[in-house]
């Protein structure tokens, strides 16, 4: 079904509810170099003005990615909650726009229709929002998760500890670990990118964090950012596992191309339950997500970067995830070209993953030959923190020497934390300060050289 | 620098990795010490993604040693457009097309040698390390045919030129992605018989050569042994497992 509307004496046709959708998203590089980004300013607009009215009904209706050859389609309209939807069902995507930003839609009134919605409705109404509706809107989502320690609370920031070594050389990570222990940080997760896929290898850095955490009774958990067939086999292997990771996307042939698909996720998801350790909750995934992956796997069917990453979220919400991170800006600048198409993403997703009740954080980041700097990420950042995002990243310096991109610092963290007054999860607070590390009020101590946490280092120098 | 800012205490574990630990901080800020040195790794990054490639000096210098050079362009014109388009980057300039097509060759391997994504790493291991790697492929008996230059290249325009030269094995050289500590490295990708349509699962990778890297030795070595395992096998690519290593401990 085609859908029009006029500007002037212009009027614009798009074929079809993608299209639509496509020609109403903000610019950005990966839409043109897809070829469904709108040709003209004002085309945009006119996208804008149709989309505004249409009926949220159409998206229970209408799949943009059929339904036959694509299961995360499936997944979106088999788990849709009609009961849920009932309250918001006559509404249409403008209507549902001014409704989110009405005082009606309190936490409760969210997290009560987060069921009901789908991620086609909230990216259709994301396109007609401005970034401090996105920011607004967020701010009331409510998404509490627990294994170790309780992330999501209102007014608190977990943050991730990812102490990336470029060759997985454990003490190189164990340096950078305690780096950011000792700067206040790893509540959300303390969590590597290994370099390698060896089996024997990863099992050994799953040791080495499990005996951190273990040895000083640490309040947070571990997780390997390995694929998650790896992750089931270490399971096997009795392999002290806390957290499964996995990189997901929006669609079927997508998610093929990361070897994955929902009955892998399934299993993974059962394994990493089997386990039991988490000790507050059992929110055992964590998931990564980026707008472009679809299109740069070449599996996004028409439909634009932004609404294929809140597809993504579909996949995420099946399994309760403790953490799904946006890595925003690592994709590169055929796919967000600058600074503005950064932190609009960022913004967009952090939107999106809330208000379909995922406990949503971002890496916020970018890449060398993307056209950003980190006065941009310090614009983002201080954006989400102000409209809660769950968690975002702690590299040492902001520069990971594994990836080789630019992400948060563990000052960033304490940063945020200054001038919006942030918290720490509560349990991993209470250590910190337990440990020294940090005054009853949560400011950094200063670290003695005898500090017990220093003993997790071997003695002698560095060959 | 003055010491207002409070030094960590930990400063002896930055021998431990190379990552920015230890840094101290005013109040929960950054020295400005730290922001400075970050601030310069960065400027680095950036000028060696939109350095210009200086094609002409880089072929002055390889006729020097002998190469025979060519020059190739792809369809991405600018770096704006190379960024955000790359799939002209994988696609060769009509007239760069013609010139090659026409060109004169009879050998067992070519190699391309791209700026990708920072000029810097071709403008400072290119030349080296074809050196380094003419000589050990010769001991092998291996023809080098031309070395083909090309601006706004991505790593399958390699598959064309290779199509144009009639070469059954290409070798691409090219800028890799620049992280803040290594703005200067370079990447290889080895393809048999390479067509257009070729993916990244037909190549072999030897990636972060430079200084402070995989050095230039070791990196022609390992494509030598790369080199003769293609022809013997027939094959590139995720069926080609890099066992140099192996051999290297025997």
């Known amino acids: 079904m085609a859908y029009f509307s006029s500007i002037g004496v212009k009027r614009y046709r798009f074929d079809d509810l993608k299209t639509l959708m496509a020609r109403a998203t903000p610019e950005r590089s990966g839409d043109c170099l897809a070829g469904v980004a709108a040709e003209s300013a004002e085309e945009r607009m006119a996208a804008r003005l149709a989309l505004a009215d249409v009926p949220l009904s159409t998206f229970v209706e209408q799949a943009l990615i059929p339904y036959e050859s694509d299961e995360v389609t499936r997944l979106i309209m088999d788990s849709h909650d009609r009961a849920a939807f009932a309250e918001i069902a006559s509404l249409s995507v403008g209507e549902l726009r001014d409704w989110l930003l009405g005082d009606a839609a309190d936490s409760a009134a969210l997290a009560r229709v987060a069921p009901g919605l789908t991620p086609e409705m909230v990216a259709a109404v994301s396109k007609l929002m401005r970034n401090q509706d996105l920011i607004l809107v967020a701010a009331k989502c409510r998404v509490v998760t627990r294994f170790r320690n309780t992330i999501g609370l209102p007014g608190h920031l977990a943050v991730r500890l990812q102490p990336n070594h470029p060759t997985d050389d454990p003490r190189g990570i164990a340096a950078s670990m305690l780096d950011g222990l000792l700067y206040g940080?790893?509540?959300?997760?303390?969590?590597?990118?290994?370099?390698?896929?060896?089996?024997?290898?990863?099992?050994?850095?799953?040791h080495l964090l499990a005996d951190v955490i273990e040895?000083?009774?640490?309040?947070?958990?571990?997780?390997?950012?390995?694929?998650?067939t790896n992750s089931i086999q270490l399971i096997?292997?009795?392999?002290?596992?806390?957290?499964?990771?996995?990189?997901?996307?929006?669609?079927?042939?997508?998610?093929?191309?990361?070897?994955?698909?929902?009955?892998?996720?399934?299993e993974a998801h059962q394994a990493a339950l089997s386990l039991e350790r988490g000790t507050l909750g059992d929110n055992v995934m964590y998931f990564e997500t980026g707008q472009g992956s679809a299109l740069s796997a070449g599996a996004h069917h028409g439909v634009d970067q932004q609404t294929c990453e809140a597809r993504a979220y579909a996949v995420?919400?099946?399994?309760?995830?403790?953490?799904?991170?946006?890595?925003?800006?690592f994709i590169g600048p055929e796919y967000l070209y600058d600074g503005k198409q950064i932190i609009r993403a960022g913004l967009e997703d952090h939107f999106c993953g809330k208000l379909l009740g995922l406990p949503l954080g971002c890496d916020v980041c970018y890449t060398n030959h993307a056209e950003a700097d980190q006065d941009d990420m310090d614009t983002l950042l201080t954006l989400l923190g102000t409209a809660g995002v769950n968690f975002i990243m702690g590299v040492p310096g902001a520069d990971d020497i594994m990836l080789n991109y630019q992400s948060t610092s563990f000052h960033d963290a304490l940063y945020l934390r200054r001038v919006l007054?942030?918290?720490?999860?509560?349990?991993?607070?209470?250590?910190?300060v337990e440990m020294g590390v940090v005054d009853a009020g949560g400011r950094l101590l200063p670290a003695s050289a005898s500090h017990p946490l220093l003993?997790?280092?071997?003695?002698?120098?560095?060959? | 620098m003055s010491d207002i800012s409070q030094q960590d205490s930990w400063q002896k574990l930055k021998c431990f990795t190379a990552a920015r630990?230890?840094?101290?901080?005013?109040?929960?800020?950054?020295?400005?010490?730290?922001?400075?040195?970050f601030g310069i790794a960065h400027a680095q990054a950036r000028d060696a993604v939109h350095l210009p490639f200086d094609a002409e000096a880089l072929a002055a210098r390889l006729t020097a040693h002998g190469f025979t050079t060519l020059m190739a362009q792809s369809q991405a014109c600018d770096r704006p457009t190379y960024l955000r388009r790359p799939d002209l980057g994988r696609k060769l300039a009509p007239a760069a097309r013609q010139a090659l097509c026409a060109a004169e060759t009879s050998c067992d391997l070519v190699f391309m040698v791209g700026d990708g994504l920072s000029s810097r790493a071709v403008h400072e291991q290119a030349e080296p390390f074809l050196i380094e790697a003419r000589s050990r492929l010769e001991k092998e008996g291996i023809s080098v045919g031309p070395v083909v230059l090309a601006r706004q290249a991505r790593v399958a325009l390699g598959d064309e030129v290779a199509e144009c030269l009639q070469a059954?094995?290409?070798?691409?050289?090219?800028?890799?992605?620049?992280?803040?500590?290594?703005?200067?490295?370079?990447?290889?990708?080895?393809?048999w018989q390479a067509h257009v349509g070729c993916s990244d699962a037909d190549r072999n990778c030897i990636s972060n050569i430079r200084g402070a890297g995989l050095s230039h030795a070791l990196a022609a070595q390992k494509m030598t042994w790369l080199v003769l395992q293609a022809r013997h096998l027939g094959l590139s690519g995720v069926n080609l497992k890099d066992e140099s290593d192996l051999i290297e401990a025997q």
């Open chain 1, 455 to 463: 003993g997790v280092m071997p003695k002698q120098e560095a060959a």
């Open chain 1, 236 to 266: 096997e292997r009795s392999v002290p596992v806390d957290l499964v990771f996995q990189s997901i996307a929006g669609t079927e042939r997508a998610n093929a191309g990361f070897g994955i698909n929902l009955a892998i996720l399934d």
């Open chain 1, 421 to 432: 007054g942030l918290k720490r999860a509560p349990e991993f607070e209470q250590w910190l």
């Open chain 1, 185 to 206: 940080c790893g509540d959300a997760v303390i969590g590597i990118n290994p370099a390698t896929d060896s089996l024997s290898a990863l099992a050994t850095l799953e």
């Open chain 2, 168 to 191: 059954k094995l290409v070798v691409v050289l090219i800028g890799e992605r620049p992280g803040l500590s290594s703005p200067d490295s370079l990447g290889l990708y080895l393809t």
């Open chain 1, 316 to 329: 995420a919400r099946r399994y309760r995830p403790l953490l799904v991170n946006t890595v925003v800006g």
């Open chain 2, 21 to 37: 630990i230890a840094l101290g901080r005013c109040g929960v800020s950054l020295p400005t010490r730290e922001v400075l040195r």
């Open chain 1, 215 to 228: 040895r000083y009774r640490i309040p947070t958990q571990s997780c390997i950012l390995t694929h998650v």
